[in-house]
């Protein structure tokens, strides 16, 4: 899985559509291939990122748990130390 694309689901504020549209980017970036697609590309490119984030958008509506939503700052927080653990300051 590509690193950049992070948990979505369950968290406290909930996840905006500007977070869905980066992680829908980056998906379809790493499927196709490209990180910018070509003129000739860019219309379906710009097509599977607009589809991967409305289906995105609906599963993440969709899902339901009883776990507590995740805090945006302690994961921030994990995050950093992990980074700080595998490549140092």
Known sequence: ??????????????????????????????????HEPSQANEPAFNHAVDEVAAITQKLLDALVTNAEPHNREVEKARAHARAVARFGQ
């Not at 992680?23 to 499927?31: C, D, E, G, N």
Request: charged fraction near 25%; aromatic fraction near 12%.
């Open 1 to 34: 899985m590509c690193r950049n694309i992070k948990v979505l689901f369950n968290f406290d504020p909930p996840t905006t559509k500007d977070e869905i549209q980066a992680a829908s980017l980056q998906f379809v970036r790493k499927v196709s291939g490209f």
